[in-house]
């Protein structure tokens, strides 16, 4: 009898397969602390060790160069973030490293190893060349990080389970803000100590879950071959065959823009508007209240996004509560309206760290590229940190706070109303 044969359709390797396994607590609490270290690394620099290490070096210039600084690191985090994305979508579990298996958890480790370096060079550094310098480099390298762990949640999380995921470990960028200030304000009295513990949180928290989490592979003979011209292929997409690919990717950069021009000088808002006695105690309280919001409001509005289904709800009206914020901050510069201000900023960006990185999720082109998709998107993390420090700069110097806070309620809102042009996600 003649052998039958059928033209059955190629097997889609498990890295490559919409997720339909929920994943479990222990896989979301390892993720979630390796953001919380990567977090902290980034985020603490910004608000406290940066703007203390140039006002000892340039008291007189210090917004135009911490707006400088930023922004160049920024600007190195646009290149890096897609592109690390790309690399990582191409390496193939041919061959293991030690424990570390398939294509995403060696780009994790190797990026947090050499940002940990970065951050070690910066706490020596004396000069506002010498910090730029190790500031792009760190930037470069921790927005590699970002892009190969932003890749975990498509990987592995089904599209039912994604808002409660991205709220758990979104938690982590407003929770690393808190611990990390907490530790350089009351815990660490030495500049450089402060980089070195923060070097040490980011390569340690990370362990976990490179060591101890499934990594799905790719075949070899799946991954589209290398060449020159793909060097450019992580910051191109398709917008006329994926729209609401470019209206996430908006909405995105507007309300990262917001949160960007309305934190960066925060400290010094703190010393030279509000007068408080003490701003980097002030800066920590308030950080601290915008902490405890945003932790609560993450975790619950995933789960009610989850339920629900309104993600495009949910993402406009965080953005409506932290241009409120903004407003009270233009209107009202004294120490109780920035408690308020911290509490509406802080419910408005956990709503928004809930929802927007599971909205994302389900508008990406292609399963193949989901990391330099999400590095593409991502550059909207980026790209307001330049923007925005540059902004803000501009507008402290031309008009004040005031200016500053009402542009950025502006851009907050605008971001909440385009969310709308989303179609394809409720």
Same mark, same amino acid.
Not at 293 to 314: K, P
């Given at each position: 009898?003649?052998?039958?044969?059928?033209?059955?359709?190629p097997?889609?390797?498990?890295?490559?397969?919409?997720p339909?396994?929920?994943?479990?607590?222990?896989?979301?609490?390892?993720?979630?602390?390796?953001?919380?270290?990567?977090?902290?690394?980034?985020?603490?620099?910004?608000? #406290?060790l940066?703007?203390?290490?140039?006002?000892?070096?340039?008291?007189?210039?210090?917004?135009?160069?911490?707006?400088?600084?930023?922004?160049?690191?920024?600007?190195?985090?646009?290149?890096?973030?897609?592109?690390?994305?790309? @690399?990582?979508?191409? %390496?193939?579990?041919?061959?293991?490293?030690?424990?570390l298996?398939?294509?995403?958890?060696?780009?994790?480790?190797?990026?947090?190893?050499?940002g $940990?370096?970065?951050?070690?060079?910066l706490? $020596?550094?004396?000069?506002?060349?010498?910090?730029?310098?190790?500031?792009v480099l &760190?930037?470069?390298?921790?927005?590699?990080?970002?892009?190969?762990?932003?890749?975990?949640?498509?990987?592995?999380?089904p599209?039912?389970q994604r808002?409660?995921?991205?709220?758990?470990?979104?938690?982590?960028?407003?929770?690393?803000?808190?611990?990390?200030?907490?530790?350089?304000?009351?815990?660490?009295?030495?500049?450089?100590?402060?980089?070195a513990?923060?070097?040490?949180?980011?390569?340690? &928290?990370?362990?976990?879950?490179?060591l101890?989490?499934?990594?799905? $592979?790719?075949?070899a003979?799946?991954?589209?071959? &290398?060449?020159a011209?793909?060097? @450019?292929?992580?910051?191109?997409?398709?917008?006329?065959?994926?729209p609401?690919?470019?209206w996430?990717?908006?909405?995105?950069?507007?309300?990262?823009?917001?949160?960007?021009?309305?934190?960066?000088?925060?400290?010094?808002?703190?010393?030279?508007?509000?007068?408080?006695?003490?701003?980097?105690?002030?800066?920590l309280?308030?950080?601290?209240?915008?902490?405890?919001?945003?932790?609560? %409001?993450?975790? #619950?509005?995933?789960?009610?996004?989850?339920?629900?289904?309104?993600?495009?709800?949910?993402?406009?009206?965080?953005?409506a509560?932290?241009g409120?914020?903004?407003?009270?901050?233009?209107?009202?510069?004294?120490?109780?309206?920035?408690?308020?201000?911290?509490?509406?900023?802080?419910?408005?960006?956990?709503?928004?760290?809930?929802?927007?990185?599971a909205?994302?999720?389900?508008?990406?082109?292609?399963?193949?590229?989901?990391?330099?998709?999400?590095g593409?998107?991502?550059?909207?993390?980026?790209g307001?940190? $330049?923007?925005?420090?540059?902004?803000?700069?501009?507008?402290?110097?031309?008009?004040?706070?005031?200016?500053?806070?009402?542009?950025?309620?502006?851009?907050?809102?605008?971001?909440?109303?385009?969310?709308?042009?989303?179609?394809?996600?409720?």
């Amino acid at each position: 009898m003649a052998e039958q044969v059928t033209d059955a359709p190629p097997v889609t390797p498990i890295g490559l397969a919409e997720p339909t396994a929920p994943v479990s607590r222990g896989w979301i609490a390892a993720l979630g602390l390796a953001s919380l270290g990567m977090w902290m690394a980034a985020l603490t620099p910004i608000q #406290i060790l940066l703007p203390e290490q140039l006002q000892a070096i340039a008291p007189h210039a210090k917004i135009f160069w911490l707006g400088l600084v930023t922004a160049l690191g920024a600007a190195a985090a646009i290149i890096a973030t897609p592109l690390v994305g790309t @690399l990582s979508d191409r %390496t193939t579990a041919a061959r293991a490293i030690g424990r570390l298996r398939g294509r995403r958890h060696r780009w994790t480790i190797a990026m947090a190893l050499l940002g $940990a370096v970065c951050l070690v060079l910066l706490s $020596a550094e004396h000069t506002v060349a010498g910090v730029a310098v190790c500031w792009v480099l &760190f930037s470069a390298f921790q927005n590699g990080q970002f892009a190969s762990l932003s890749a975990a949640i498509p990987d592995h999380v089904p599209p039912g389970q994604r808002a409660t995921v991205a709220g758990w470990v979104g938690m982590p960028q407003a929770l690393g803000l808190v611990l990390g200030t907490a530790l350089v304000v009351r815990f660490v009295t030495a500049r450089a100590s402060g980089y070195a513990v923060l070097a040490a949180v980011l390569v340690l &928290f990370c362990l976990p879950f490179v060591l101890a989490t499934a990594d799905p $592979a790719v075949p070899a003979d799946r991954r589209k071959p &290398f060449s020159a011209r793909d060097l @450019l292929a992580p910051y191109r997409v398709d917008l006329r065959a994926n729209p609401d690919f470019g209206w996430a990717w908006i909405t995105r950069f507007l309300a990262t823009l917001a949160i960007a021009m309305g934190t960066l000088y925060l400290l010094y808002f703190l010393r030279d508007a509000v007068h408080y006695h003490s701003p980097g105690e002030g800066l920590l309280i308030l950080t601290v209240i915008y902490t405890v919001c945003v932790v609560t %409001t993450a975790t #619950i509005g995933g789960v009610v996004s989850d339920r629900l289904g309104r993600r495009r709800l949910l993402v406009c009206l965080s953005g409506a509560l932290m241009g409120a914020a903004a407003i009270l901050l233009a209107v009202l510069p004294t120490w109780p309206a920035a408690e308020i201000a911290a509490v509406l900023f802080g419910v408005g960006f956990g709503a928004y760290l809930a929802v927007d990185q599971a909205l994302v999720t389900l508008v990406l082109p292609r399963a193949r590229d989901r990391a330099k998709d999400l590095g593409l998107i991502n550059i909207a993390f980026a790209g307001p940190v $330049a923007l925005g420090g540059f902004l803000a700069a501009v507008l402290v110097s031309a008009g004040g706070y005031r200016l500053l806070f009402l542009a950025t309620a502006v851009v907050a809102l605008l971001g909440a109303i385009l969310v709308w042009r989303i179609k394809s996600v409720p």
